[in-house]
């Protein structure tokens, strides 16, 4: 691992085989004008989002990865919806969270639902946990949002195996936690190349299972159901 301290845009003497971001997009607030303009945009113009791919490119190596992880909001959901978007179309690859390259079925748009992880902030610093408590803010729970991409015919990411599941007919990343559902049935909402799943336990079911971005083999009914609510196909969950 090798540290250059220069500024942006200034390049580097080795391109990268990782490139890693945190709380990038965010910074990144889009005025009115430059919404506006953006939706006026001729179809063949380069996107924001489809500039900075293009510039990370020229920054990494042939076979390479993209990490970005950004706060768990519906606005940096929506940017990294984008960013997807964009790097699909230049020929890159999502790794995860999502576990197909079809179209987001959370984009956060409007009252839509968002990607984002929700999990307990174990092992911070005790400096920033002192600093919390003092200013009234304890964190008890942590939200963020990510995307890993890749290129390439040998990338430097791997992910764990999905292939050795027998009979699986797709994968589905769960994307909440446990939430009660009537007749004494529990549900978790996943991401699939479907569309928005919610997986449901057997009746008596207990919350243990399956926790926030793991990721589960699904067989599909033949005729599945739709909850009212969210929109989301109701599949049984058999893991």
């Not at 506006?36 to 791919?53: C, F, G, I, P, Y």
């Not at 020929?91 to 968002?114: D, F, I």
């Not at 939430?179 to 079911?205: A, H």
Request: aromatic residues 6%; positive net charge; hydrophobic residues 35%.
């Amino acid at each position: 691992m090798r540290t250059e301290r220069k500024l942006v845009g200034t390049g580097r003497q080795l391109r990268a085989d990782v490139l890693v971001m945190a709380n990038f997009l965010n910074e990144l607030e889009t005025s009115g004008d430059q919404r506006r303009r953006s939706r006026e945009r001729d179809e063949d113009e380069a996107t924001t989002h489809e500039l900075l791919v293009e510039r990370w490119e020229n920054q990494v190596a042939p076979s390479a990865a993209l990490l970005l992880i950004e706060p768990g909001t519906r606005s940096s959901g929506r940017n990294l919806v984008r960013l997807r978007e964009a790097a699909l179309k230049r020929g890159w690859r999502v790794l995860a969270p999502c576990p197909h390259s079809e179209t987001c079925p959370m984009p956060g748009q409007r009252s839509t639902a968002w990607c984002h992880f929700n999990f307990q902030p174990h092992g911070i610093p005790f400096w920033l946990e002192k600093l919390s408590r003092r200013a009234k803010l304890p964190k008890e729970r942590a939200s963020l949002s990510f995307l890993l991409l890749v290129r390439g015919d040998d990338p430097p990411v791997r992910v764990a195996a999905t292939a050795a599941v027998q009979g699986c007919e797709g994968w589905v990343r769960v994307v909440s936690e446990s939430f009660d559902l009537p007749e004494w049935q529990r549900g978790r909402y996943g991401c699939s190349e479907r569309g928005l799943v919610m997986l449901q336990d057997s009746k008596g079911g207990a919350a243990e299972g399956p926790r926030p971005g793991d990721l589960v083999p699904v067989n599909w009914p033949e005729s599945p159901r739709q909850d009212r609510k969210s929109g989301a196909w109701i599949l049984p969950r058999s893991s």
